[in-house]
Nanobody
Framework: QVQLVESGGGLVQAGGSLRLSCAAS????????MGWFRQAPGKEREFVAT????????YYVDSVKGRCTISRDNAKNTVYLQMDSLKPEDTAVYYC?????????????????WGQGTQVTVSS
């Protein structure tokens, strides 16, 4: 079992930055691939970024490439999502998720564990 707790969301103006954190507890964090997903009001949850258990493989949805960076610190059991040049369309609840096979995936169904989410609101 893995417990995930996100933090770092908030209200920011367009063009601003936020760094989301996801602290994990329970099973060995370093074995898991981690992902960030988001869900805007009235929309389905969508993939944002994923990182392999080693941290060497990273993938992003096209809409955030060049603006977001996913990273992890296995010593701190934490995964991060640095978001820069934020846009109003980035407004959503952001969730982190853990995948026990350690492999990167854009598919939310591959992730067994989910956090409760943190709200990101970008004003224009």
């Amino acid at each position: 079992q893995v417990q995930l707790v996100e933090s770092g969301g908030g209200l920011v103006q367009a063009g601003g930055s936020l760094r989301l954190s996801c602290a994990a507890s329970g099973r060995t964090f370093s074995d898991y691939a981690m992902g960030w997903f988001r869900q805007a009001p009235g929309k389905e949850r969508e993939f944002v970024a994923t990182i392999s258990w080693t941290g060497r493989l990273k993938y992003y949805v096209d809409s955030v490439k060049g603006r977001c960076t996913i990273s992890r610190d296995n010593a701190k059991n934490t995964v991060y999502l640095q978001m820069d040049s934020l846009k109003p369309e980035d407004t959503a609840v952001y969730y982190c998720a853990a995948d026990s096979d350690g492999l990167v995936s854009r598919n939310s169904a591959e992730y067994e564990y989910w956090g409760q989410g943190t709200q990101v609101t970008v004003s224009s």
